[in-house]
């Protein structure tokens, strides 16, 4: 299904230069993740924070989804099987992503562990609060220009990354500030049920208009 108002109206010219222009965002989606799974998996494991290495992980399913998108995005024309395979996929992610921040919130509550403060990883999540919502604005966008509910779908992951990163940066800060650990875990656990409903939405081959 495609906007009637969309790109289905715009010329040949037109639409390769928004197919130019989102795989631009989609080499920087893969490209910022892959550096923000680095040092965060990096500087979780150093200061044995379970809530920093999960989020690396996340990052790594960011770039997952930016590939399936960018895969997506080098089709000539506006495909609708290519279009339904690639919503599937983002929609697998965020499940994949849901069962990882469940798994990983439990075991932090259960093993009850403290890690240390990791003035990196507070770092790593406020550059990841403001690149994350200006990322995923110009996909909704590029979104928009192609008709792509696939884009669409994959800038509301952007979206739960940043939200992810501000819950990160709340559990590292109210840690390292007043000892609380158990204010990451719990505040991703919150969190779970929003990521699997993006997750079934992308499954059935449909974007949520009202997640936020």
Known sequence: MTDTDGCSRCSSSERTEYLRHGRKLEYFTIGWNMVEASVA??????????????????????????????????????????????????????????????????KSLLAHEPPQTSFVGIGLSVVSLIIMPLLARAKRLSASNLESRAMKADSRQTDLCAFLSAILLGGLALNALFGWWWADPVAALIMVPIIAREGFEGLRGEVCEDCH
């Open 41 to 106: 998996i990096g500087a979780g494991w150093f200061a044995g924070s379970i809530a920093l290495v999960g989020f690396g992980v996340d990052s790594l399913i960011e770039s997952l989804s930016g590939s399936v998108l960018l895969w997506r995005l080098f089709s000539p024309a506006h495909d609708e099987s290519r279009e339904k395979i690639a919503l599937k996929l983002v929609g697998i992610s965020f499940l994949i992503l849901a069962a990882y921040v469940a798994f990983e919130a439990v």
